[in-house]
């Protein structure tokens, strides 16, 4: 049954739940905002290097893939909006649009199950209830009314249709998939019916070869991957390592991501033994994930949390916050990391012991080796194709 949709106005982990399904023959279309290749087909012409780095390879013909770039030509037309407007407006506005133009293509397309996104999903799934197909919500953040506990959220002109639409792509979904049971026991404390929520945990791309990594007695290297942001607990972790520092304790630290809010870079830079290295290519932060001894991710809430996986897979063990979804996996392979609050005192203490008892943190290797195999992005579509196979048949 060649008779599943599937939406998303830029990537995210789409064209592996698309890619999963044509795996089992039930794929109709997948279209993404964000184009993906098949092995053969050659790079789009206008690609350019910094966007050929986000098109990934996958298993899907060409013929059953659309790639709407108009709406990622919008997108990055925001960043020339002028101070005052906000930018966050600007995409969900754009996100709507994209939206809206799906939904006009839905009766033509006649699917009998379509899978769209958060804040791109509205339209769509009232134009699949109009001829009577089931929708799928592949969630990808915790639910808004608890992501405003945990953060101070900014209120904009748009949010409150931001959030009426979330409640809206709620409401019309049959069965809303979320990255992880962290994300999934959000809805539910948000009093969305336990039936209608399934967590699915992702996956990641492992390293083809990585530098090989052996024991030693240089001060310990700690890793932090991603945006460079507050809700990430850079705070957190300076704070921390200020203290260890002033203990005399021996550390390495490098941050490794785009510079997501304004003053973080100069705050870093006056951390002792702590480097700062923008965005770099996959295969250029697998190597810095596996030369380094730990990975540190105190977020303050992470529905997921890709850079986890992509460490273990380097045999490099993490310590993660309590918010962050993939928690699973040190909860599955307790000895791969260790779980946390998303705090000070908690990341302070945690990092201390391991520099004065570092054969627990070497010992850790092992265990996310083995945690990584269960999370490869073959695992995931084993585990969604199956889901969905009997989703179908129930």
């Known amino acids: ?51 050929t780095q986000r098109i990934k390879m996958v298993g899907i013909p060409p013929e059953l893939r659309r790639h709407p770039i108009a709406f990622q030509g919008l997108l990055r037309a925001g960043a020339f909006l002028p101070s005052a407007f906000s930018r966050s407006d600007y995409a969900h506005r754009i996100f709507h649009f994209y939206d809206w133009w799906v939904a006009k293509h839905i009766p033509r397309l006649n699917p009998k199950v379509v899978v769209a996104y958060e804040n791109s999903a509205y339209h769509t799934f009232r134009a699949a209830k ?11 953040s915790l639910h808004h009314s608890i992501v405003e506990r945990l953060i101070s959220v900014k209120e904009t002109p748009y949010l409150s249709e931001i959030n009426r639409h979330k409640d809206e792509e709620i409401a019309l979904a049959d069965i809303i998939l979320t ?19 399934q967590s699915m945990l992702l996956g990641a791309t492992l390293p083809a070869n990585v530098v090989g990594w052996n024991s030693h007695i240089k001060p310990l290297h700690f890793i932090f991957a991603g945006g460079i942001r507050h809700l990430k607990g850079i705070d957190i972790i300076l704070a921390a390592f200020k203290r260890l520092h002033a203990e005399l304790l021996p550390y390495q630290l490098s941050f490794v991501g785009g510079e997501g809010e304004p003053g973080w870079i100069e705050k870093i830079a006056k951390i002792p033994a702590a480097t700062y290295y923008p965005s770099v290519a996959q295969a250029d ?40 979804g993939a928690k699973a996996m040190i909860e599955q392979f307790p000895g791969s990391g260790w779980i946390i609050e998303p705090d000070e005192d908690a990341l302070y203490r945690c990092v201390k012991a391991h520099i004065q008892n570092r054969a627990s943190l070497f010992s850790a290797r092992t265990s996310a080796l083995e945690a990584a195999q269960h999370f490869t992005w073959q695992a995931y579509r084993d585990r969604v194709g199956v889901f969905i196979e009997n989703w179908i048949k129930e």
């Open 1 to 51: 049954m060649k008779k599943i949709f599937v939406s998303h106005s830029g990537l995210q982990h789409s064209h592996q739940f698309a890619w999963a399904l044509h795996e089992r023959g039930l794929l109709q279309e997948f279209w993404s905002g964000v184009p993906v290749l098949s092995v053969g087909e050659a790079l789009p012409l206008w690609a350019t290097a910094s966007y």
């Open 130 to 140: 109009a001829i009577g197909a089931r929708c799928i919500l592949d969630a990808s």
């Open 179 to 197: 990255c992880s049971t962290l994300a999934a026991e959000s809805y539910l404390d948000a009093n969305i019916p336990a039936h209608k929520v």
């Open 285 to 324: 932060l697998f190597k810095k994930l596996a030369q380094a001894d730990c990975l540190l991710l105190p977020s303050r809430f992470d529905s997921f949390g890709m850079v986890v996986p992509e460490a273990m897979a380097c045999g490099t063990p993490a310590i993660v916050s309590a918010q962050v």
